[in-house]
């Protein structure tokens, strides 16, 4: 398939893999509704993080490839904040405008020094995990660029390839084409309980850009395979275990 208007389907969207029951967070801003909020720790070398909303803490010590559960919050602004976790000092934080019964996904990346917070909301599902089945999802973590822009840069295409451990690349087509300038959030993928590999090609080639190592996904289980742009143009991944 090799169509960017599956980017409107993928797009910088999030809903629930994993049934928990949300954390409730009342900071008496009812009257603006709520919306339900998880954390995806992409950023390598971290501590264990929390994540802290309107200054309240709503999940705790979420270390690196690994999410927090779902935690409710108040819709309306709200500053979405990252600390070492136990700790009082943010690290960093954005100020998001929180749309009521919504779902979002903060995807936590960069490093240690330089960490970069990167909601992705939707109101519509992006795919329940299948406990038969092994549920992968691509994040791209990209640079949100305006459609409209005259200095927009040209399109990154790549295709993404989910396949066994060394499967020759010529013998299959991609999943999907994304375009790497924008951040996007994939509905499940649904395959076989075993071990499965996610490469990126620059599109149209079997030019490997970037690629996870083995991934051994049990039934039922949810892996979030992140994509990230890294200085000098080249890519890196990581691979999320979703609750």
């Known amino acids: 398939m090799r169509n960017f208007g599956i980017l409107a389907a993928l797009g910088a ?8 029951t949300p954390t409730d967070l009342n900071n008496g801003n009812g009257n603006q509704g709520t919306a339900q909020v998880r954390m995806l720790n992409a ?25 927090s559960a779902l935690a409710s919050m108040p819709g309306g602004t709200q500053t979405l904040a990252i600390r070492r976790s136990g700790q009082t000092v943010n690290l960093v934080s954005r100020s998001i405008e929180i749309t009521p019964n919504a779902k979002y996904t903060l995807v936590v990346s960069g490093t ?39 200095h927009a840069p040209a399109p990154v295409p790549l295709d993404v390839y989910v396949t066994a451990p060394g499967a020759d690349l010529g013998t299959v087509s991609p999943a999907f084409v994304l375009d790497a300038r924008y951040s996007t959030y994939s509905s499940l993928l ?18 490997v850009v970037a690629s996870t190592g083995t991934i051994a996904i049990g039934a039922g289980e949810v892996r979030a395979v992140t994509l990230q742009r890294i200085s000098g143009g080249g890519f890196t991944t990581s691979v999320v275990a979703e609750q």
């Open 190 to 207: 649904y395959f076989d309980v075993g071990s499965w590999v996610v490469r990126f090609t620059t599109s149209g080639t079997k030019t």
């Open 43 to 67: 950023a390598p070398g971290t501590p264990a993080l929390d994540l802290v909303v309107g200054g309240k803490v709503v999940a705790t010590a979420v270390t690196f490839e690994q999410s």
């Open 13 to 20: 969207g999030l809903t629930l893999a994993a049934c928990s």
């Open 112 to 150: 240690l020094a330089s960490l970069a917070l990167t909601p992705s909301m939707t109101t519509v599902d992006t795919g329940l995990a299948k406990s038969d089945r092994a549920n992968i999802r691509i994040i791209n973590i990209g640079a949100e660029v305006s459609v409209d822009s005259s």
